[in-house]
T-cell receptor, first 107, second 122 residues
Framework: EIQLTQSPSSLSASVGDRVTITCRAS??????LAWYQHKPGKAPKLLLY???ILQSGVPSRFSGSGSGTDYTLTITSLQPEDFATYYC?????????FGGGTTVDIK | QVQLVQSGSEVKKPGASVKVSCQAF????????MHWIRQAPGQGLEWMGW????????NVTEKFQGRVTVTSDRSVSTAYMEMNSLTSDDTAVYYC???????????????WGQGTLIIVSS
């Protein structure tokens, strides 16, 4: 099983801030990585797939990058609706896995 | 629109079984893999397994092997996740989510069900 380690586990930020979340895989996953936003009481929402491709309808302030084992989700100019928990997900292996999550809350 | 609608919340006794359903709307169930994920209180997302509703091939992570069965019924466009020998540690919200198309299993999860809360308590 491929382990995904997200950092930080939580962060406090203000509206307008730039936020960066990292996801490290225990082995190379060849960009087979997705990012999700999850709010309490709601279903997770797909933000990006293939490490850097924005899902239809997702604002362009979300972006992804990385290769090999290291990947990054960046939110430029954080908006009030962006306060949530973010998860990375690898689908390179037929046994998928999620990172532990990063909670972004209001400073 | 394309959506997955799950069955309602349930309360179960320890040792019991539960079967969660996930009905697909506005797309053909058998055309995409279906994954199951859960979130225990205060915890992160945990991937459980998948089914290919066209071939009925399944794969369940080792942690749940022998205790979780994923099935589908194409005639009613519905996937199911059944878990037996429940303990309090299985208290969680269970989600179904649409995966890859056709034989392409390696894909992100683009459509999610609303979640089903399963509470295991004596």
């Amino acid at each position: 099983e491929i382990q995904l380690t997200q950092s930080p586990s939580s962060l406090s930020a203000s509206v307008g801030d730039r936020v960066t979340i990292t996801c490290r895989a225990s082995q190379g996953i060849y960009n087979s990585l997705a990012w999700y936003q999850h709010k309490p009481g709601k279903a997770p929402k797909l933000l990006l797939y293939a490490a850097s491709i924005l899902q239809s309808g997702v604002p362009s302030r979300f972006s992804g990058s990385g290769s090999g084992t290291d990947y990054t989700l960046t939110i430029t100019s954080l908006q009030p609706e962006d306060f949530a928990t973010y998860y990375c997900h690898q689908y390179y292996n037929t046994l998928a896995s999620f990172g532990g999550g990063t909670t972004v809350d209001i400073k | 629109q394309v959506q997955l609608v799950q069955s309602g919340s349930e309360v179960k006794k320890p040792g019991a079984s539960v079967k969660v359903s996930c009905q697909a709307f506005a797309y053909t169930l058998s055309a995409y893999y279906m994954h199951w994920i859960r979130q225990a209180p205060g915890q992160g997302l945990e991937w459980m397994g998948w089914i290919n509703p066209y071939t009925d091939a399944t794969n369940v992570t080792e942690k749940f092997q022998g205790r979780v069965t994923v099935t589908s019924d194409r005639s009613v466009s519905t996937a199911y996740m059944e878990m037996n020998s429940l303990t309090s540690d299985d208290t969680a919200v269970y989600y179904c989510a649409r995966g890859g198309r056709g034989y392409h299993n390696h894909a992100a999860l683009d459509i999610w069900g609303q979640g089903t809360l399963i509470i295991v308590s004596s």
